[in-house]
């Protein structure tokens, strides 16, 4: 398993699990929005590692606050690195599986990249691009009738230190919207959607598929709710501000570094559960579970943990419940 990460200490605790896990693991450090390092790490994998058959991305940064509170600066960074770091992960697994004419490539969305919320604008762009980008890419597959197949994976809010890492400009802790799932869910949708790519997205978890069908339906009723709601649900007293918070106006800003990860997968093997190669990549100093700081704490608290998935494929029109 290769591990691809810009930060060290992220890549060190992902490896370690690896390892304890029984497998061979390959650290990379890589930003993945800079293009010409996701090629170079994708060419070391497959030096080292062998053909690239599944590619995951999960790359990501952002802001959180109003619109009007967040700088240029950190929007760019928010779309270079959530947006563009999808645009280059594919855009290097392309290189090597369009001449061999198979491979997977899966795109971990989100409930976002239908449904806009509040306080996070530079994300939901962001997410809505990557929803039309590999639409338009999937389409020029099936036209080209490549063996390549591309599928995404719609999320719904997990459990992760990204509440703590990422900058935020409000007054209290942010947090994810409830309810709040834990990230094995996230793996095992992630897993299945690579092991059967030919559905062409997942939706995962009950909110998720409430929120998307919602949208198509009421979207004018959500925007109303959302206003009334969103802003409240998105922060919790349960911890103090983030360290390191300075008041912006009435506001709070963070000075700690933004935290946008990305994972890509390669292996030889028909099923994701036999023995081969995978790559997981990072772009960012984020921490693994085991390895993560004791002092940072989980944002779950606020909301129901979430340990069951309910997991739908959507083919064309058709959507048939897959998961429990």
Known sequence: MALLARGRAGLDGAAAEVRAAGGQALPVVTDVAEPDQVEEAARRVEEELGPIDVWVNNAFTAAFGRFTDVPPEEFLQATRATYLGYVHGTRAALTRMLPRNRGTIVQVGSALAYRGIPL???????????????????????????????????????????????????????????????????????????????????????????????????????????????????????????RGAATSGNRRTTRRTTAP????????????????????????????????????????????????????????????????
């Open 261 to 324: 990860t990305a994972c890509s997968t390669t292996r030889r093997t028909p099923s994701a559960h036999s023995s081969g190669r995978a790559v997981i990549t990072s772009d960012a100093p984020s921490r693994s579970r085991v390895s993560q700081a004791q002092d940072t704490p989980s944002c779950a608290t606020a909301g129901p943990e979430v340990e069951g998935s309910l997991i739908w494929g959507t083919e064309d029109e058709d959507r048939t419940a897959i998961g429990r």
């Open 120 to 242: 996070q604008s530079a994300y939901c762009g962001a997410k809505h691009a990557i929803q039309g980008f590999t639409e338009s890419l999937r389409c020029e597959l099936l036209h080209d009738k490549s063996g390549v197949r591309v599928t995404m994976v719609q999320l719904p809010a997990v459990n992760t230190p990204q509440f703590t890492w990422l900058r935020t400009h409000m007054t209290r802790h942010p947090q994810p919207v409830p309810p709040i799932y834990q990230p094995e869910v996230a793996a095992r949708a992630v897993l299945r959607a690579a092991d059967h790519p030919e559905r062409r997205e997942y939706w995962v978890g009950a909110s998720t598929v409430a929120t998307l069908l919602a949208n198509a339906v009421v979207p004018g009723l959500l925007d109303r709710y959302l206003a009334r709601t969103g802003f409240g649900s998105q922060q919790t007293d349960a911890f103090p501000p983030p």
